[in-house]
Every structure is written in C-alpha cells, then in structure tokens.
C-alpha cells in the first residue's frame, strides 16, 4: 500500500489517506513523469495547475513540497483573498531567511484572489523568484490574470476513471476493515464523481459499526443536486439548469435554498456575501409565491450574474 496510513480513528479519511507520493497519487499519467523530474532535481518552476474541484490539485501540490527539500507555506486564497493577505503574509514568508535554501508557496483556490490581490501577487513572484517558488491551483484558469499565467508552467489536472476511484475507495474500506458490497462502492463513486474528495466524505459518513450502509434512495435524489451545483460552477445555460430540474420532478426547493447556502464555496467565485443575499432573497419569497419554480430560476440568474 505504500504510503497509506492505516489505523482505525477518527481522522477524516479524506485527509489520512491524501496520496503522499506519486505512486499512490491516481489519475493524470501524463503529468507524473514532468512531476517525478521537478522532485527528482528539487528544481520547480511556478506551477498552476487548474481543473475541477476534488480532482487532486491540492494533493499534487503537496506532494510536490513533501518531496523536496524546502520551507513551504500553504494558503487558502477561498478564505485568505486580499491583496493584505499577499503583501504581509505571503511576502514575509518569501522575504526572510529559512532553514532550507528552497521556499515554495502553495496558494490554493487562487482564482479567487481579487483583481488587486492577483496584481500584488504578481509583484511577490517577479520580486522573489530566485529562491521562492508558487504552485497555484484554481478550479477557473480564465480568471487568472495573464501576468500571472505567463510565469507559470500551466497543467490542467484530468478527473481520474471512475473504476480508479473506485480501487481507492476500496483500499481505504480495507485498510479500515470496514465491510462493504461492490455494488455500494460503485453507487458512491457514480454519485460523486469526479469529486474524488465528496466521494471518500460521504462514505466515511454512511460506515456503520465497520460496515457501508448506503441509502440507495438517498443517494440517487442527491445526484440531482451535485449535478446541479456542477452547472451552476460551470456557468451552464438556464436551460441545462431548467432541464435538470424537471428531469428529477422537484417541487419541495427549501432544500435546494440550504443546498445553494451549504455549498457556497463549490461555485460563488469569492462572492459570498452577494450569493448569500440572492439565496436569502430566494428563500423569503419562496414562502408566498405561486410558483415556486420560477422563483428558484430567478435565484439562480441572479447567482449567475454575481459569479461571471
């Protein structure tokens, strides 16, 4: 099994068992021989490696740091995104002496740095770049400014197949000796795919006394759901969105509302304080309205219109 780390507690597995080399790292083929040289040689340029959101960016970033010798610094630019946050914390780091003669900034969620942010950023990379190194992960490429794309090596990191995320889904059931059907296993992974993370989140939640207990039924209203918050990241058309909402019959969107609030981050764009009053504004009116899915459709444009 390589690096996994076994043993029964009560860690999110999503975090014990985050590949921590290549080997075990799945998905991607392609990128793994350019990776291993980085590694190999402690030699990294800037790196953005951008794609859909539980694919493995974070995870390949931080096997890069963990394989080389270097100081790093991690940062969460979803809940650290002003241009303070670049020019003391992530320019302190860059700045001063460490241990080690690398330093390499992991700066994740990136797309969500503002305009300014971004341009600050920017300065800290020209500034610093003989000895401190970025790896930026984004789910958006497109909003990234091309200052910064330009000074980057670019991979766009695939979704693993589904069977491979399934053999990762089984190795972690064994190593906890929790019991299961294959079938489950198959169900789980359909469900949340290519989230490889909502997938491991939401089998660790259904273990019972060692044993995956699904609710089929649970798990199949909630496709409609993952399937909507994927538009919704995906600035899908209303009509995409409209079609997906009569294809599974929905008449109850009070649960829809908490889904949208819940999940905020899967698709706001750093705008989380005009996507909550839009959803507040939703759920007020769902109460008196006639129909109520014109109402929801209104909240999604309105959401829409804050993101892009």
């Known amino acids: ?5 076994g043993g029964l507690n009560h860690t999110l597995w999503v975090e014990q068992y985050r590949p921590k080399t290549l080997d075990n790292y799945i998905g991607n083929e392609h990128l793994k021989s350019k990776v291993q040289k980085y590694i190999d040689t402690s030699d990294i340029p800037h790196l953005l490696l951008y794609g859909r959101a539980g694919t493995g960016k974070t995870t390949l970033a931080k096997i890069v740091v963990n394989n080389i010798e270097c100081d790093y610094l991690y940062i969460n630019a979803s809940d650290e995104n002003s241009v303070d946050a670049v020019r003391f914390k992530i320019r302190s780091f860059a700045s001063t002496i460490g241990f080690k003669d690398l330093k390499v900034v992991i700066l994740d969620e990136c797309d969500y740095l503002t305009p300014n942010a971004q341009a600050a950023l920017r300065n ?18 497109e909003r990234v400014i091309d200052p910064i794309q330009s000074r980057c090596q670019t991979f766009k990191i695939i979704p693993p197949k589904k069977s491979d995320v399934a053999r990762y889904l089984v190795n972690i059931l064994d190593v906890e000796k929790v019991e299961y059907e294959l079938d489950d296993v198959a169900t789980l992974g359909t469900a949340g795919y290519p989230d490889i993370r909502r997938v491991i989140n939401s089998a660790q939640r259904q273990v019972i006394d060692n044993k995956l207990i699904i609710d089929v039924d649970s798990i199949i209203q909630s496709e409609y759901k993952i399937q909507l918050l994927s538009l919704l990241s995906s600035n899908a058309t209303i009509q995409e969105i409209r079609k997906l909402l009569a ?28 996507c909550i009053l839009a959803i507040a504004e939703g759920q007020y009116h769902d109460v008196n309205v006639v129909d109520k899915e014109i109402n929801f459709m209104s909240t999604i444009i309105k959401i829409q219109e804050k993101i892009r």
């Open 124 to 141: 800290v990379m020209e500034t610093f770049s003989r000895h401190c190194r970025f790896i930026l992960t984004c789910n958006y490429v």
């Open 1 to 5: 099994m390589g690096e996994w780390m």
């Open 247 to 274: 294809d599974n019959s929905i008449s109850d969107y009070s649960e829809l509302y908490r889904l949208l609030y819940d999940e905020i981050d899967e698709y706001c764009n750093g705008r989380i304080a005009e």
